[in-house]
């Protein structure tokens, strides 16, 4: 029988992993050039329904934010500036991490298995998902 490896996510290779991963994420956000209005979705909630899903727009808000558009970031989606300065503070916080102090990754860790937090994000996602839709309903004509 096949034993997980949790060697990987040892307190040494962890931290590594996800400064190379979010400094990935982070670096294409600032050169990726998304569409502002793009003629073909990958989205089926909005093809299916011609209405944005709760997350249709966060990625064109994120690379809008990581390239100093704030404008442009929340109008396409206002929990775009706070997933991009959460992704920085995670990558922040793990870069610290290789040079010792843990605290920071650590709070990182615990928050994102923190049941709290997590239904909060959930939540705050809805709420805007909601919002958005009332526009499109309610305030378009």
């Known amino acids: 029988m096949y034993k997980f490896n949790s060697s990987f996510f040892n307190k040494n290779k962890l931290p590594w992993a996800v400064f190379i ?3 990935a994420i982070l670096i294409i956000s600032y050169f990726y050039q998304a569409e502002p209005n793009p003629k073909v979705s990958l989205c089926i909630f909005y093809n299916l329904t011609n209405l944005p899903c709760p997350g249709c727009g966060l990625t064109r808000s994120f690379c809008s934010f990581a390239k100093g558009d704030l404008l442009a970031s ?11 300065l959460t ?8 870069l610290l991490t290789v040079f010792g102090i843990t605290k920071p990754f650590e ?6 298995t923190n049941e709290l937090f997590i239904k909060t994000a959930i939540l705050a996602l809805g709420i805007c998902w909601l919002i958005r839709l009332s526009f499109i309903f309610f305030l378009k004509t």
Request: hydrophobic share 70%; charged share 5%; glycine share 8%.
């Open 21 to 23: 991963f979010f400094g």
């Open 74 to 84: 929340f109008h396409f989606h206002w929990l775009g500036p706070i997933m991009f």
């Open 87 to 94: 992704t920085f503070f995670v990558w922040l916080a793990s």
């Open 107 to 112: 709070f990182f860790k615990l928050l994102s």
